[in-house]
């Protein structure tokens, strides 16, 4: 079994910052890359930002100059830095790990609200 733990959401205002961690642990052979993804009331579930073993990042454009992803491998935790929060970015983020067997897990989720 492979558990995810997310931490770090909450309410912030706009213009504000949040940072996201997200701890993997259980049978992780090799991973290939986490991520995170997030889901609006009505909306369906949307890439934000990955980041493979080798460091390649990608990220959604409504994102780009704002969220930087990284990862510190030996802790089998990545972490979301969200900047310059806008209220379009209030959903629920969700961690990903994919590992290089193809297999992917989905953490439980964290709540993100941007509201003044």
């Known amino acids: 079994q492979v558990q995810l733990v997310e931490s770090g959401g909450g309410l912030v205002q706009p213009g504000g910052s949040l940072r996201l961690s997200c701890a993997a642990s259980g049978r992780l052979f090799s991973i290939y890359s986490m991520g995170w993804y997030r889901q609006a009331p009505g909306k369906q579930r949307e890439l934000v930002t990955t980041?493979?073993?080798?460091?390649?990042?990608n990220y959604a454009d409504s994102v780009k100059g704002r969220f930087t992803i990284s990862r510190d491998n030996a802790k089998r935790t990545v972490y979301l830095q969200m900047n310059s929060l806008k209220p379009e970015d209030t959903a629920a983020y969700y961690c990903?790990?994919?590992?290089?067997?193809?297999?992917?897990?989905w953490g439980q989720g964290t709540q993100v609200t941007v509201s003044s």
């Open positions: 980041i493979t073993s080798g460091g390649n990042t």
């Open positions: 990903r790990v994919v590992l290089t067997s193809n297999d992917g897990y």
